[in-house]
């Protein structure tokens, strides 16, 4: 079994600055409340490709586990990977996660992109998120698996709204900031 979902969400700023916001938005202490689930954030390294001007980065995510998984497996913390690349010439972002402890019980993928809005490239930003959740060893007992997928993924939608939040407000703090500099 498989549960997966798609979100797209349309940042009334742009590109730079939804960018930027996603960089901080594990580090300012006001998020830390909010995003309460993610425990710690160490960069693992991060380059910047000199022929095409793509800067990579790789995080390391500690995150607490939903209750249901804690019940289940009695692990609390999951670590996870984010990959990011940001590809200033043509204005994308991109990151990746993945779940690396686990593997052999949950594996968890997610995919989010940072795009201009076709509509309004200088003002939008579009945000594409696509989401897998996969139970493996509860594959001989489907509806079992389905239950933990399904309440896993709707947790998943939970701190995705939140940090649709905390983006949102680093975003409002960015603009804010940039227009005391200009008068």
Same mark, same amino acid.
């Given at each position: 079994m498989?549960?997966?979902?798609?979100?797209?969400?349309?940042?009334?700023?742009?590109?730079?600055?939804?960018t930027s916001a996603s960089w901080r938005k594990f580090t300012d202490a006001e998020n830390k409340r909010v995003l309460s689930h993610i425990l710690e954030v160490d960069t693992l390294n991060k380059s910047l490709d000199p022929s095409s001007g793509k800067l990579c980065a790789t995080r390391a995510i500690t995150v607490r586990c939903p209750w249901l998984v804690r019940r289940i497996i009695g692990e609390d913390i999951c670590q996870c990977?984010?990959?990011?690349?940001?590809?200033?010439?043509? /204005?994308?972002m991109q990151l990746s996660y993945r779940?690396?402890?686990? =593997? @052999?019980?949950?594996?968890?993928?997610?995919?989010?992109?940072?795009?201009?809005?076709?509509?309004?490239p200088d003002g939008w930003t579009i945000c594409q998120q696509e989401t897998?959740? /996969?139970?493996?060893?509860?594959?001989?007992?489907?509806?079992?698996? =389905? @239950?933990?997928?399904q309440r896993c993924a709707d947790r998943f939608l939970q701190n995705s709204a939140k940090s649709r939040d905390v983006m949102e407000r680093i975003c409002k703090y960015l603009e804010a900031e940039s227009s005391s500099f200009s008068l």
């Open positions: 498989v549960k997966a979902y798609k979100q797209e969400h349309v940042y009334k700023h742009p590109w730079e600055r939804v990977v984010e990959t990011t690349v940001v590809d200033a010439k043509s /204005r994308s779940n690396v402890n686990m =593997e @052999k019980f949950i594996e968890v993928e997610e995919n989010t992109r940072y795009d201009p809005h076709p509509d309004n897998r959740i /996969r139970i493996k060893p509860l594959s001989a007992l489907a509806s079992m698996a =389905e @239950k933990v997928e």
